[in-house]
Nanobody, 124 residues
Framework: QVHLVESGGGSVQTGGSLTLSCVASGRTSGHKYIGWYRQAPGQEREGVAGIYLGSRDTTYYADSAKGRFTISQDEAKNTVYLRMDSLKPEDTALYYC????????????????WGQGTQVTVSS
């Protein structure tokens, strides 16, 4: 089992920034690919970015995140961060992190463990 806890969400104005954190615990050795997803009300869950724990060069970004979001990790803390800049109202969603044994895309069915999510609200 892998336990994931997200934090760092909040309310910001358009153009603002937030950094989300995802702390992984449990049997993370078998599920080292961590992805960030988001889901807005009435919409499907959307993959945002992914990173392989222990490999700083193995990152993946959805088109909606490229240029504005940065995924990073602190391997010693088993923590993955999602830095979000130039936020827009359409970024408003519940953001989740998830763990997969498969690298390196953002296919929801590949992710076995999910956190509870942290809310991000961007106002215009």
């Amino acid at each position: 089992q892998v336990h994931l806890v997200e934090s760092g969400g909040g309310s910001v104005q358009t153009g603002g920034s937030l950094t989300l954190s995802c702390v992984a615990s449990g049997r993370t050795s078998g599920h080292k690919y961590i992805g960030w997803y988001r889901q807005a009300p009435g919409q499907e869950r959307e993959g945002v970015a992914g990173i392989y724990l222990g490999s700083r060069d193995t990152t993946y970004y959805a088109d909606s995140a490229k240029g504005r979001f940065t995924i990073s990790q602190d391997e010693a803390k088993n923590t993955v961060y999602l830095r979000m800049d130039s936020l827009k109202p359409e970024d408003t969603a519940l953001y989740y992190c998830a763990a997969s044994r498969w690298c390196c895309a953002l296919i929801p069915t590949d992710f076995e463990f999910w956190g509870q999510g942290t809310q991000v609200t961007v106002s215009s």
